[in-house]
């Protein structure tokens, strides 16, 4: 079993910055890749970014140049660093750590105020 507890959202302006994080325990060493995705109001949960154990990351052009995931394993902990925000942006954000199983965490709100 895998735990993900998320933190960082908030309310900030059209340009502001935001850094989510996202903390894993449990049985982390399964883990392969790890991954933040958002859902906003009627529509559809989408990718954000994916980072794979070796660090190889993927984002969608939507957030390309914007966002940028990161991890540090001795902490157990994936980052999404949120610059130059939008209010397209805003949405709930969720970690996910996929292995031999899928897991995801609680979620924390993102609102991008204009």
């Known amino acids: 079993q895998v735990q993900l507890v998320e933190s960082g959202g908030g309310l900030v302006q059209a340009g502001g910055s935001l850094r989510l994080s996202c903390a894993a325990s449990?049985?982390?060493?399964?883990?392969?890749?790890m991954g933040w995705y958002r859902q906003a109001p009627g529509k559809r949960r989408e990718l954000v970014a994916t980072?794979?154990?070796?660090?190889?990351?993927n984002y969608p052009d939507s957030v390309k140049g914007r966002f940028t995931i990161s991890r540090d394993n001795a902490k157990s902990t994936v980052y999404l660093q949120m610059n130059n925000l939008k209010p397209e942006d805003t949405a709930v954000y969720y970690c996910r750590a996929v292995g031999p199983w899928d897991y995801w965490g609680q979620g924390t709100q993102v609102t991008v105020s204009s």
């Open positions: 980072i794979t154990k070796g660090g190889s990351t």
């Open positions: 449990g049985s982390i060493g399964s883990i392969s890749v």
